[in-house]
């Protein structure tokens, strides 16, 4: 599809979200998996719930704009899972855990760019109640940042000095 207006941009840029999200979400049990902290597997967990909810508000917009809620893959997530994944597998114990919290981070602030931009458009034209949604994801990709920092720093990253 040409991007010849915002909301053509809009409905690329959702269906974008919406494959990062499917990504993110066959990502996460592996990343859970890998961890050695309590903490940290419990944060994966809880945010592949959380995950889940982000995709069905994706579906709901999309079926509400009439278009279908597929047919693009997010190349730059799928660029930074590949990266996340690399980390994961030359790191070792708790170092593993500090790479995976960095990965995963970096993942939440690709995601918080995007929903910020999506929240925008929608703002523009005129569509609240997508406005609405996407900034309840946008918080919750700002609070399981700030979750993982939390957890790095109170004990993963002391824990892999070691």
């Known amino acids: 599809m040409a991007t010849a207006s915002l909301h053509d941009l809009y409905v690329s840029e ?4 919406l494959s990062a999200e499917q990504q993110i979400l066959n990502a996460l049990p592996r990343m859970e998996k890998a961890s050695s902290h309590e903490q ?8 592949r719930e959380v995950t889940e909810e982000h995709v ?12 279908k809620a597929r047919g ?18 030359d790191a070792d114990g708790d170092a ?5 919290i960095a990965a995963a981070q970096r993942v939440e602030h690709y995601e918080i760019a995007l929903y ?4 925008a458009f929608a703002n523009q034209l005129g569509r609240p ?13 700002g609070k399981a940042d700030k979750e993982l920092t939390r957890i790095a720093e109170s004990r993963v990253n002391q824990d892999a000095m070691a």
């Open 14 to 17: 959702l269906k974008d979200a």
């Open 40 to 47: 940290l597997q419990k944060a994966f967990r809880k945010h």
């Open 56 to 67: 069905s508000r994706l579906e709901t917009i999309m079926e509400s704009l009439d278009e």
């Open 72 to 89: 693009k893959k997010c190349k730059g997530i799928a660029g930074i899972l590949d990266e996340g994944e690399e980390l994961m597998n």
């Open 96 to 100: 593993r855990d500090a790479a995976l």
């Open 116 to 119: 910020g931009a999506l929240r």
């Open 129 to 141: 109640d997508d406005a609405r949604l996407l900034q309840k994801t946008l918080d919750e990709e």
